[in-house]
Antibody, heavy 121, light 107 residues
Framework: QITLKESGPALVKPTQTLTLTCTFSGFSLSSSGVSVAWIRQPPGKALEWLALIYWDDDKRYNPSLKSRLTITKDTSKNQVVLTMTNMDPVDTATYYC?????????????WGQGTLVTVSS | DIQMTQSPSSLSASVGDRVTITCRASQSISSYLNWYQQKAGEAPNLLIYAASSLQSGVPSRFSGSGSGTDFTLTISSLQPEDFATYYCQQSSSIPPTFGGGTKVEIK
């Protein structure tokens, strides 16, 4: 079955760079059509889509955050990595990675458990 | 960005009630509308995709309808495990955007 799990620091300081890793199983990110996205949720607030990477290494970013985000994949390790620069307290959120529900783009049928990242000095 | 507006933001209902949640898009999104359920402390769970298609494993008491800008999620007979927050999401264009959520509470 498909599983995803996020990992990374629980606490980062303002201006630092955040690096999150999504480790998955049950599918291959080298299979045609597959993509993995990152989505975040500030405490008590709604969800915000951040970025996605496709099997062919094509990438999409939320325009409002594009200058701060980089998404990459390591197919051999079954991992997707998201980096976010210049972290601010408003970036405090639970960060999720999610699997695309083929063949529909931007629809997510499997999600990781999420990892809470707090930005504070 | 396409803005998604849900109503109500919260509601109280009893087990067995019929519950309807609405979602409005700021521009036409055809049928590129999805619904997720999120329970406290958990990740979202896909219920409905493409406005009216039931995700595998989701009970048939959940249904979705609508197209263009106006959409509805209906729970035909509310069950204890349905108390949660529900989000609509448009998948028409980048960035995909979510509604503010509707919290369904026990009456």
């Amino acid at each position: 079955q498909i599983t995803l799990k996020e990992s990374g620091p629980a606490l980062v300081k303002p201006t630092q760079t955040l690096t999150l890793t999504c480790t998955f199983s049950g599918f291959s990110l080298s299979s045609s059509g597959v993509s993995v996205a990152w989505i975040r949720q500030p405490p008590g607030k709604a969800l915000e889509w951040l970025a996605l990477i496709y099997w062919d290494d094509d990438k999409r970013y939320n325009p409002s955050l594009k200058s701060r985000l980089t998404i990459t994949k390591d197919t051999s390790k079954n991992q997707v990595v998201l980096t976010m620069t210049n972290m601010d307290p408003v970036d405090t959120a639970t960060y999720y990675c999610a699997h695309r529900r083929l063949p529909f783009d931007y629809v997510y049928d499997y999600w990781g458990q999420g990892t809470l990242v707090t930005v504070s000095s | 960005d396409i803005q998604m507006t849900q109503s109500p933001s919260s509601l109280s209902a009893s087990v067995g009630d019929r519950v309807t949640i609405t979602c409005r898009a700021s521009q036409s999104i055809s049928s590129y509308l999805n619904w997720y359920q999120q329970k406290a402390g958990e990740a979202p769970n896909l219920l409905i995709y493409a406005a009216s298609s039931l995700q595998s494993g989701v009970p048939s008491r959940f249904s979705g309808s609508g197209s263009g800008t106006d959409f509805t999620l209906t729970i035909s007979s509310l069950q204890p495990e349905d108390f949660a927050t529900y989000y609509c999401q448009q998948s028409s264009s980048i960035p995909p955007t979510f509604g503010g959520g509707t919290k369904v509470e026990i009456k």
